[in-house]
């Protein structure tokens, strides 16, 4: 389609899936639907009835922190929580605020194994909210994506701390970050390297990080224990 479906029309499939109670439907992709909020508020209430998707990719639909508010309401565990295990919603500026709100489902979800949050504002003060998602002890997540958001320093010290004790995790994507080599944010990445043996992949790229400075000497400590 080339013309934006917007909230009336996400909001039209979905309830007509719910009112033919569709049982068939484990993925659902909308990439710049404009859906907005009531687009999201549908898509849940849909896929909380159906119990079927697996896997819910909303890119760059205008998703604010309501939206948000949405999604983590449905994927807090309980009777009515989907089995998704991917989620997907890069590209929309819902900021901290946004992961704020989507935590509360998702720091106690025992399904979800990948979340990308890719170019979503999000800064330092929604560093929190992620490390408690990463920290649940019956996580199952093994791949999380926060390249092009704005945790700098503080932001990726907190994130990395909750990286540290996932277990789970397979990948975490920080690329883009706007973090630096100083010797806090250096010593965060040793530690975190240093518990988490069982994470094999970290992309830091496009940050700070200069092959003539401090980072060489500490990854070769790192990579020496």
């Known amino acids: 389609m ?34 907005e909020d009531e687009g999201v508020r549908s898509i849940c209430e849909f896929i909380t009835k159906s119990l079927t998707c697996r896997l819910l990719e909303l890119i760059d639909n205008k998703i604010t922190s309501l939206g948000c508010e949405f999604i983590g309401r449905a994927l807090k565990p309980g009777s009515t929580c989907p089995p998704v295990e991917i989620l997907k919603l890069d590209h929309n500026q819902f900021g ?39 920290i649940f002890q019956k996580s199952k997540l093994e791949e999380v994506f926060l390249t092009g958001n704005h945790l700098r320093n503080e932001g990726s010290i907190m994130v990395l701390n909750g990286v540290s004790i996932a277990k789970e995790l397979k990948k975490i994507y920080l690329a883009d970050n706007q973090f630096n080599e ?44």
Request: aromatic share 10%; glycine share 6%; proline share 3%.
């Open 2 to 35: 080339w013309e934006e479906l917007g909230w009336p029309g996400v909001k039209c499939i979905m309830e007509a899936l719910r009112q033919v109670n569709y049982p068939h439907c484990q993925t659902i992709r909308l990439w710049k639907t404009y859906c």
């Open 96 to 134: 901290s605020r946004g992961v704020n709100a989507l935590a509360e489902g998702l720091k106690q979800n025992e399904m979800l194994k990948t979340l990308s949050l890719c170019y979503c504002d999000i800064d330092q003060t929604g560093a929190r909210a992620l490390f408690e998602i990463l």
């Open 182 to 225: 100083e010797l806090e944010m250096l010593e965060a990445i040793k530690g975190c390297m240093t518990r988490n043996k069982n994470l094999p992949a970290y992309d830091f790229r496009h940050n700070d990080l200069k092959d003539d400075g401090k980072c060489p000497n500490i990854f070769n400590s790192i990579f020496l224990l």
